[in-house]
């Protein structure tokens, strides 16, 4: 069930903003910052996972793991024509551990975008090698970007659902 943002009770937005700006936070750490009673916050939060969140991860610093480099990749798929070819593309890297973020839409010369990431740029050009060798002549108009891990400056999305729900 999909429900908009904007019909969230007051007690609803604040316990969400609570768990961006602290994913770690329990519910007994809530209702004091909240000012309401814990049973109160098991119930928001169990509505809250149902309805908006997927699951709770930890933003962890890549650059001291070991990926030094994001690759930013945009191109044109031409095999949209041809569902199980597109299906089993786009099934490959949505399981592909490289890739970050994958989307597809609508442009004049672009229709996918993908974020990767990688311990070195030689990982890369091997990477896309191997895509190449099976997909290359699905991919039009094939752009990157490479950002050293050590450049990216902001890596979340709490600000825009925080501005989303608006000032309390």
């Known amino acids: 069930m999909q429900q908009n943002i904007d019909k969230l009770t007051k007690n609803e937005k604040k316990f969400l903003i609570c768990l961006l700006d602290d994913g770690s936070l329990t ?14 916050c098991s119930r928001l939060r169990k509505k809250l996972e149902k309805e908006f969140i997927s699951s709770y991860i930890p933003i962890v610093e890549l650059d001291k793991v ?17 569902k199980e070819l ?9 399981k592909d551990p490289h ?31 191997e895509l190449r060798k099976g997909y290359d002549k699905y991919l039009n108009g094939v752009n990157y970007l490479i950002l050293p ?14 501005h989303t729900l608006g000032k309390l």
């Open 27 to 40: 519910d007994t750490e809530i209702s004091k910052r909240i000012k309401v009673n814990k049973s109160t």
């Open 99 to 129: 890739v970050i973020f994958l989307a597809n839409g609508e442009g004049s010369t672009l229709t996918t975008v993908i974020f990767l990431g990688f311990k070195n740029i030689g990982e890369y050009h091997n990477y896309f090698k």
């Open 66 to 82: 070991g990926i030094d480099i994001f690759i930013v990749l945009t191109f044109q798929w031409r095999g949209f024509y041809n």
């Open 86 to 94: 597109s299906s089993r593309f786009f099934s490959e890297l949505e």
């Open 149 to 162: 891990s050590k450049e990216v400056r902001k890596n979340d999305f709490t600000e825009i659902i925080k």
